[in-house]
C-alpha cells in the first residue's frame, strides 16, 4: 500500500508565528494534496500539485502557501498563523489519470495555534 | 456552498441491521464518486468507487450510482461494531485531479 508520512504528528504554535508541515511520498504517485479536516466541514482542499515544482489553489487556499520541491516531497506553509487555522491535516498522494484518483491519506498532522 | 452533501449526519445502526447513505453532487461536472471510511483517530481510506451508472457490491457493501441526478448511495449490510466511522463521499469530474469531499455521515454500530 501506499506510504505517506506526515511530519510532525501534533505542534502548538503561536499566533502570526510561522509553520510549516512537511509531506513525504514513496509511492511515485504525481499528485500531491493538502486538506484540512475540521468537524462539520468534512474534508477541505487546501493545495495540490501536479508533480514537482508545481502547485494549484484548492477550495480554501487563504492564508497557506505549498510548496513541491520533489516528487516525494510536498509541504504547507502558514507564514502568519491563526487561531482559526486549529485543524487536523491530512496530506494525501494519488494516481494520475481518468477516474483513478485513489488517494492514500497520511496519519495527519493535528495543529493549534494559541 | 459544499459542491458534495452527504445525507444523514449520523445514523445508529443496531448489529447485524442494515445502514444507508446518501450523497449528490450540486457540479453537473462530476462524473466519478467514491466512498472513503475514517475510523475515529484515524486517516481516511477508500472502500470502494463507482464510475458508471447501476451497482457494484464488495461484500456487505453496496454503491448505487445514478449520473443523470448525481446521486450515489452506500449500504451496509449485517452492520458489524467494526463499521462504526465516518464515510466521507468523494467527487471529481473526467481528467479532474482533486477529490472534493462531503462532510461526511457517522455511523454507529450498537451491539
Known amino acids: 500500500e501506499a506510504a505517506v508520512t506526515q511530519s510532525p504528528r501534533n505542534k502548538v504554535a503561536v499566533t502570526g508565528g510561522k509553520v510549516t508541515l512537511s509531506c513525504n511520498q514513496t509511492?511515485?504517485?504525481?499528485?500531491m494534496y493538502w486538506y484540512r479536516q475540521d468537524t462539520g466541514h468534512g474534508l477541505r482542499l487546501i493545495h495540490y500539485?501536479?508533480?514537482?515544482?508545481?502547485?494549484e489553489k484548492g477550495d480554501i487556499p487563504d492564508g497557506y502557501k505549498a510548496s513541491r520541491p520533489s516528487q516525494e516531497n510536498f509541504s504547507l506553509i502558514l507564514e502568519l498563523a491563526t487561531p482559526s487555522q486549529t485543524s487536523v491535516y491530512f496530506c494525501a498522494s494519488g494516481d494520475v489519470g481518468w477516474g483513478q484518483n485513489t488517494l492514500y491519506f497520511g496519519a495527519g498532522t493535528r495543529l493549534s495555534v494559541l | 456552498q459544499q459542491k458534495v452533501q452527504q445525507s444523514p449526519e449520523s445514523l445508529i445502526v443496531p448489529e447485524g441491521g442494515m445502514a444507508s447513505l446518501n450523497c449528490t453532487s450540486s457540479?453537473?461536472?462530476?462524473?466519478y464518486f467514491w466512498w472513503y471510511r475514517q475510523h475515529s483517530g484515524k486517516s481516511p481510506k477508500m472502500l470502494m468507487?463507482?464510475?458508471?451508472?447501476g451497482e457494484k457490491e464488495e461484500g456487505r457493501f453496496t454503491v448505487h450510482l445514478n449520473k443523470a441526478s448525481l446521486h450515489t448511495s452506500l449500504h451496509i449490510r449485517d452492520s458489524q461494531p467494526s463499521d462504526s466511522a465516518l464515510y466521507l463521499c468523494?467527487?471529481?469530474?473526467?481528467?479532474?485531479?482533486?477529490?472534493?469531499f462531503g462532510t461526511g455521515t457517522t455511523v454507529s454500530v450498537s451491539p
Open positions: 509511492n511515485n504517485h504525481n499528485n
Open positions: 457540479d453537473r461536472n462530476v462524473d
Open positions: 468523494a467527487a471529481s469530474n473526467q481528467g479532474g485531479r482533486a477529490l472534493i
Open positions: 500539485s501536479y508533480g514537482a515544482g508545481s502547485t
Open positions: 468507487s463507482i464510475f458508471s451508472n
